[in-house]
């Protein structure tokens, strides 16, 4: 069997590598993660629904089968009560780099191990500690032999320094994203400022990830470009936005919202949208284009189908699917076959269905990052007398 491609191979060469899309929000709708911790326990606990969700993306069109590691570290496992940790860091991380294994094996896929912020830095107890973190889970990507590693999902460009550093020392590829949007950091580091420095740190590939939708997502990105224009450094780029609409979103992103997390629906964004992200991505110089919270299957294959020409491909997903709607030709009524062309969808104004619903909303604004006495990690379960008064302190009420 001849050996893989690895993902430098392939950005190196100019080609487009699609990622695949979320798998906490994912899972968590089909009933396999539990909101508020958002662990990967399922890697363990639920197998089949891992594994069937990987197959999905794979058959969209995804080259990277991203092991589901996120938030997979002991300290997040474990906070406030969380029963994940009875099952061990080092055993969910490995049984999720075997599931994304045997579905890239299906394909032309890699195998991507990931780690993001912790628990530990908000807590702030240091890069000893922080790092100590990151390194039991690294030390399991190298066991399973991942093909390259993601830091994802940083809030502050210290900790992503941090995960960046320990990921190198693998000797693996390393990619580097953040929850992040244009405005910068949450202190205050610049976006552009957080692209040079996580090249500087040694990523090979860096961008944003998560909290904000593709719009502002890729506005991050051409800042993160500049960034790196103006200093000299050349390094892929990669974005894997929300796929939810947040024009109405502060710093913290989509977390603020008060539909979070279990009203965001009317926020989903079409595949309509898809397309016009991929082609916006590309057209900024992008090449490692995937998806985070909110992607499912059918988003991923309408990037893969929208960047089908330069990818000399499309996805098997594509069987039944004819991309702008060409199946609608076969429909009973007139006035839907008469959809079967891109200039309706592309043109289209989706309607919400609810008529008292605003169209943007007030998002809460805590102000509330590392060092705040409210985000340090505690090993008890939060009780209703602590909510109580957070509640208070917080919110006013």
């Known amino acids: 069997m001849a050996t893989k491609r690895g993902i430098l191979e392939r950005l190196d060469a100019g080609e487009i590598v699609v990622g695949d899309g979320g798998f906490v929000f994912a899972l968590e709708k089909r009933g396999y993660?539990?909101?508020?911790?958002?662990?990967?326990?399922?890697?363990?606990?639920?197998?089949?629904?891992?594994?069937?969700?990987?197959?999905?993306?794979?058959?969209?069109?995804?080259?990277?089968?991203?092991?589901?590691?996120?938030?997979?570290?002991?300290?997040?496992?474990?906070?406030?009560?969380?029963?994940?940790?009875n099952h061990g860091c080092s055993n969910i991380n490995k049984a999720a780099c075997d599931l994304a294994r045997g579905v890239a094996n299906e394909g032309d896929g890699l195998v991507l191990g990931g780690v993001c912020q912790t628990p530990t830095y908000l807590s702030g107890k240091g890069k000893e500690a922080v790092q100590a973190v990151f390194k039991i889970q690294a030390d399991a990507f190298v066991e399973m032999n991942v093909d390259f590693l993601l830091a994802e999902y940083f809030e502050h460009i210290e900790e992503m320094e941090w995960a960046i550093e320990v990921l190198k020392n693998t000797g693996k590829p390393v990619a580097a994203s953040m929850?992040?949007?244009?405005?910068?950091?949450?202190?205050?580091?610049?976006?552009?400022?957080?692209?040079?420095?996580?090249?500087?740190?040694?990523?090979?590939?860096?961008?944003?990830?998560?909290?904000?939708?593709?719009?502002?997502?890729?506005?991050?990105?051409?800042?993160?470009?500049?960034?790196?224009?103006?200093?000299?450094?050349?390094?892929?780029?990669?974005?894997?936005?929300?796929?939810?609409?947040?024009?109405?979103?502060?710093?913290?992103?989509?977390?603020?919202?008060?539909?979070?997390?279990?009203?965001?629906?009317?926020?989903?964004?079409?595949?309509?949208?898809?397309?016009?992200y991929a082609r916006d991505a590309y057209n900024l110089g992008v090449r490692y284009i995937g998806g985070c919270c909110g992607f499912e299957p059918y988003h991923i294959r309408a990037v893969s189908e929208e960047l089908s020409k330069e990818r000399k491909k499309t996805p098997a997903g594509s069987e039944k699917h004819d991309m702008w709607g060409g199946g609608l030709l076969l429909h009973t009524k007139p006035w839907v076959r008469a959809r079967a062309q891109r200039e309706y969808w592309e043109n289209l104004k989706p309607a919400s269905g609810r008529p008292l619903c605003p169209s943007m909303s007030n998002p809460d604004a805590w102000g509330v990052t590392a060092g705040h006495k409210h985000l340090i990690q505690q090993a008890n379960a939060t009780q209703a007398e602590d909510l109580k008064k957070q509640s208070k302190e917080l919110v006013g009420h």
Not at 48 to 56: D, F, I
Not at 195 to 203: F, H, L, P, S, T
Not at 225 to 253: E, M, W, Y
Not at 254 to 259: G, V
């Open 179 to 276: 929850c992040i949007g244009p405005e910068g950091d949450l202190h205050g580091v610049s976006t552009s400022e957080c692209g040079v420095r996580m090249a500087k740190a040694g990523a090979d590939i860096v961008g944003i990830n998560c909290h904000f939708d593709p719009e502002t997502s890729l506005a991050a990105v051409a800042e993160i470009k500049k960034g790196l224009d103006g200093a000299g450094l050349k390094r892929h780029l990669i974005v894997q936005p929300l796929c939810f609409k947040t024009p109405d979103v502060n710093s913290q992103g989509f977390i603020d919202l008060p539909e979070f997390p279990f009203a965001l629906e009317p926020r989903i964004c079409t595949r309509w949208d898809m397309h016009k």
């Open 33 to 85: 993660v539990k909101a508020g911790p958002w662990t990967p326990e399922a890697c363990i606990e639920h197998p089949e629904a891992v594994r069937q969700l990987h197959r999905e993306f794979l058959r969209a069109g995804a080259d990277v089968m991203q092991a589901f590691t996120f938030y997979g570290s002991d300290d997040k496992l474990k906070n406030r009560g969380n029963e994940a940790g």
